[in-house]
């Protein structure tokens, strides 16, 4: 958990360059949404991949890793 929490702007930046890279150079792309509720909130994921990269992106409660995928 400590390697997601701390430091998280070199991972953040190696999210943006992967999905930047991957969207890019890709023939197709998949994207998913997966809404749930936790802890009395609503949540959402995103996935943005195909067969050769697959970066890390959250939703709701993850704003920071949702602002890497904004700013690609």
Known sequence: MRLLIAQQDDFLTETREVLRAGLETADWVTVDDTGARHRGANGFRT??????????????????????????
């Not at 943005?48 to 890497?68: K, L, Q, W």
């Open 47 to 72: 996935q943005i991949d195909n067969d050769s990269f697959a970066p890390a992106c959250a939703g709701a409660g993850s704003g920071s890793a949702r602002r890497a995928v904004r700013a690609v």
